[in-house]
């Protein structure tokens, strides 16, 4: 019995020994002094595709020859599309939508069913931007008559990105430094980073969305209405650095 007790208070006294070792370094570790930034970065670039979206809108007395008046036009309007040479994957036609269309009858006082509308869109990705105020002119004259927008595009985003993330990482390190060097301390290593956000604002054309007939004008006496501008990517990080401090030296 006596053996037993010998050998647990040995052990009491060993972990009570090895508590003592280890707090003051976690303490230590816990206490460093740091200093916290955020740094941004910026990069603009040109856009080398646009989604263009077309409306094709019919009217007529019945649905379905509203619906047969729309899918013509829209035929016609991809196939201007293709005779400027862009692929076929790269159009498409998205659903029919049909309307019937109303009129207020003020001798009757009643709502009267005057005929249908029918609406279609159709989307292009374009890879030639110099085309596009032809792309334009020619879907006007090939049937459509509603510009819904142009959303200017890159193919590769993770490249652009990745520049801004590496210079918000650059502009949070200098940002230390010279908070470090102004207080008299030294700037030690990274010891947190984290990724904030990052924005992506992209040219919108002065008109977005308007009457085809309009755009068509625009775009063969002011072919400089579609012109893309830049694609500016803002990306913003937060680091936590630590400082030299006489120990460490």
């Known amino acids: 019995m006596a053996h037993r007790v ?11 020994g ?32 646009a989604r263009v979206r077309f409306g094709v809108v019919t009217r007529a007395e019945t649905a379905r020859e509203a619906r047969s008046q729309n ?11 293709r005779a400027l040479d862009v692929p076929e994957e790269k159009m498409r036609m998205e659903s029919l939508r ?25 989307v292009v990705e374009l890879d030639r931007l ?10 006007v004259e090939g049937g459509a008559n509603q510009l819904d927008g142009i959303d200017y595009q890159l193919r590769d ?12 990482a650059q502009a949070a390190a200098e940002k230390a430094r010279l ?19 990052v924005d992506r604002v992209r040219p919108q054309p002065r ?18 209405a579609y012109a893309a501008g830049e694609i500016e990517v803002s990306a913003r990080v937060q680091v936590i650095f630590d400082l030299v401090t006489d120990a460490d030296r």
């Open 6 to 16: 010998w050998m647990s208070a040995t052990v009491v006294v060993i972990l009570l």
């Open 18 to 49: 090895s508590l003592l070792a280890v707090g003051p370094a976690a303490a230590q570790n816990n206490d460093r002094s740091t200093v916290s930034v955020s740094g941004e970065g910026t990069v603009t670039v040109p856009p080398d595709q």
């Open 71 to 81: 899918a013509t036009a829209a035929q016609t309007a991809m196939n201007a599309v």
């Open 98 to 122: 049909l309307q019937p269309q109303y009129e207020y009858n003020d001798e009757e006082n009643r709502r009267e069913l005057v005929g249908y509308r029918a609406t279609r869109q159709v």
């Open 130 to 139: 110099e085309v596009l105020p032809q792309l334009v002119a020619d879907v």
């Open 157 to 168: 985003r993770s490249q652009v990105r990745n520049d801004a993330l590496r210079k918000a």
């Open 179 to 197: 908070l470090a060097e102004t207080l008299g301390e030294d700037l030690g290593a990274a010891h947190t980073i984290s990724e904030q956000n």
């Open 207 to 224: 008109m977005a969305q308007t009457e085809m007939a309009k755009a068509s004008d625009a775009a063969q006496a002011e072919p400089e």
